[in-house]
């Protein structure tokens, strides 16, 4: 058994719940955030026998966009501000950050 853990957007959260619904996966949604932009994200937390983490996977990437984002860089900490401009910069987020890991045991009761 495997325990994927996939980080995606919040935007696309609600269409891969449903759509790994409907393929007969369970799985446990829960409300993040990304550490480089604060910003929420959601990661789902699926388990799974070892011979459908294929299938999985490609929910998961049909159903996670990529996505451009700005981002403003937080003023630098100490020092003289007086030469600092903060230019947004654009990120690539997305579609999703997956780990697969192995399960040593599973019990539901
Ligand atoms: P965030 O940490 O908010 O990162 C959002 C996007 O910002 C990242 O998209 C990446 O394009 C950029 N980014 C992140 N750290 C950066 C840095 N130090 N310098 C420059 N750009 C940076 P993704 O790579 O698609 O990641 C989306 C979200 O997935 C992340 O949100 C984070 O919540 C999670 N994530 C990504 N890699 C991870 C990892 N190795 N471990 C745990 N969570 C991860």
Partial sequence: MKMVIAVVQDKDSNRLSNALITAGFRSTKLAT???FLKSGNSTFLIG???????EVLQVIRSNCKVRD?????????????????????EVQVGGATVFVLPVERFEHF
């Fill in 48 to 54: 799974i026998e070892d011979d459908r983490v294929s």
């Fill in 33 to 35: 955030t990304g550490g």
């Fill in 69 to 89: 984002q700005l981002v403003t860089p937080v003023s630098p900490m100490g020092g003289t501000t007086d030469s600092y401009v903060p230019f947004p910069v």
